[in-house]
């Protein structure tokens, strides 16, 4: 049982495009992000969703936009590919509150190339 | 603002041998969590071992251990007796978890190091 699951797990696509990507836990967790990893392996947040609520958006395009329809998912809508959008975006989830540590299960990624 | 400094871009050891990865960071918070999470060429990022703030003993996980030294900011990773197995992207990371409740800050992640191991 994957615990983050993307998919797709890889997307080719030309500029100008409208894609998505999904993510979804079974972890129970109240809290998902979306990571982006780029050509040189830098990871950046990009958004933060609690029990669906949006709390963090960092500086990212309006091309990009979060969707969560419940807890457990947090899909990825990005309109107008442009060719600096190609990376590997991670979603992952976390628990927060007392109980909570702070540490992110990831998924495990999807490759976005924008050509 | 919290940052994560890795100033090794790349580490190369011998299998069995020691190696040492070093992170420094920056907080004004007290109460915070940091961890070193591992990234093969699979891509998927896993947790090599976590430290809490407030714990003054370093965290040690089989082969790999930290020193977490606070007042200096640094969290350095230790594996001992390297793998084939333990190449990868290693990534220092901080948190500091709100506990009131709707806090959802994520990691501030090192830009890694990448570590090879020679046979």
């Known amino acids: 049982d994957t615990a983050v699951s993307q998919t797709p797990k890889y997307l080719v696509t030309q500029m100008g495009n409208d894609k998505s990507i999904k993510c979804e836990q079974n972890?129970?967790?109240?809290?998902m992000y979306w990571y982006k990893q780029d050509s040189k392996k830098f990871l950046k947040i990009m958004f933060s969703?609690?029990?669906?609520?949006?709390?963090i958006n960092e500086t990212v395009p309006n091309r990009f936009s979060p969707k969560s329809p419940d807890k457990a998912h947090l899909n990825l809508h990005i309109n107008s590919l442009e060719l600096g959008d190609s990376a590997v975006y991670f979603c992952?989830?976390?628990?927060?509150?007392?109980?909570?540590?702070?540490?992110?299960?990831f998924g495990e990624g999807s490759r976005l190339t924008v050509l | 603002a919290q940052t994560v400094t890795q100033s090794q871009p790349e580490m190369s050891v011998q299998e069995a041998e020691t190696v040492t990865l070093s992170c420094t960071y920056d907080?004004?918070?007290?109460?915070?969590?940091l961890f070193w999470y591992k990234q093969p060429p699979s891509r998927q990022m896993i947790l090599v071992i976590r430290?809490?703030?407030?714990?003054?003993q370093n965290a040690t996980e089989n082969r790999f251990s930290v020193n977490f030294q606070k007042a200096a900011k640094s969290f350095s990773l230790k594996i001992s007796d390297s793998q084939l197995g333990d190449a990868a992207m290693y990534f220092c990371a901080y948190t500091y978890p709100r506990y009131s409740g709707g806090g959802a800050d994520g990691l501030t992640f090192g830009k890694g190091t990448h570590l090879i191991i020679q046979p």
């Open positions: 907080t004004s918070e007290s109460d915070y969590y």
């Open positions: 972890l129970g967790h109240d809290t």
């Open positions: 430290q809490e703030a407030y714990k003054q």
């Open positions: 969703y609690n029990n669906k609520e949006l709390i």
């Open positions: 992952a989830s976390s628990h927060v509150g007392l109980a909570g540590t702070g540490e992110l299960f």
